[in-house]
T-cell receptor, first 113, second 115 residues
């Protein structure tokens, strides 16, 4: 029973490097989300998707890109990493029904040095 | 846009006692959902309790209960018989209305349960 799986769990990048955070869910959820959590702060939405082929910006999309080619996968791309992108990144999914419950991955700790 | 405010950055409580965490929100919508999430040191986000705005009855889950005051836009979490395992960051979250398809989170309250 995997739920939402994020990889990698930890990563250190140098300024200007690029990387992709992977997220996959096996619950056939239509809705998927990427949040970032800065130290001591709440979660802020980066991007979300309401289904395959459909994505939209959240509160803090600058410096990131996403794609949703399948229901299961929702990768987050960082281009030209900056120290301000040092954060913990969470992927989540939901059915978007009346019982709106988000299922979270275990997070990715990213440091940009 | 909806906003969620948690005015208590940190709180502490003695084991077995009761503690209340505060949350207020701002919305013009009439139908929405409110949540409390717990984030222990393991970093995992765990749903604690959920309240639907159209229900007047306050939600309860074992030792966790809420005081939902719709007119005041207040949604506090009460933890009874606090346990050491309750030590965590607690986030209040709002879903619905013009926030579209995503949760809006508060800044969190760090709760420490002391033995």
């Amino acid at each position: 029973n995997a739920g939402v799986t994020q990889t990698p769990k930890f990563r250190i990048l140098k300024i200007g490097q690029s990387m992709t955070l992977q997220c996959t869910q096996d619950m056939n959820h239509n809705y998927m989300y990427w949040y970032r959590q800065d130290p001591g702060m709440g979660l802020k939405l980066i991007y979300y998707s309401v289904g395959a082929g459909i994505t939209d910006k959240g509160e803090v999309p600058n410096g990131y890109n996403v794609s949703r080619s399948t229901t299961e996968d929702f990768p987050l791309r960082l281009e030209l990493a900056a120290p301000s992108q040092t954060s913990v990144y969470f992927c989540a999914s939901s059915t978007q029904g009346r019982d709106e419950k988000l299922f979270f991955g275990s997070g990715t700790q990213l440091s940009v040095l | 846009a909806q906003t969620v405010t948690q005015s208590q950055p940190e709180m502490s409580v003695q084991e077995a006692e009761t503690v209340t965490l505060s949350c207020t929100y701002d919305t013009s919508e009439s139908n929405y959902y409110l949540f409390w999430y717990k984030q222990p040191p393991s970093r995992q986000m765990i749903l604690v309790i959920r309240q639907e705005a159209y229900k007047q009855q306050n939600a309860t889950e074992n030792r966790f209960s809420v005081n939902f005051q719709k007119a005041a836009k207040s949604f506090s979490l009460k933890i009874s018989d606090s346990q050491l395992g309750d030590t965590a960051m607690y986030f209040c979250a709002f879903f619905g209305g013009t926030s579209g398809s995503r949760l809006t989170f508060g800044e969190g309250t760090q709760l420490t349960v002391n033995p």
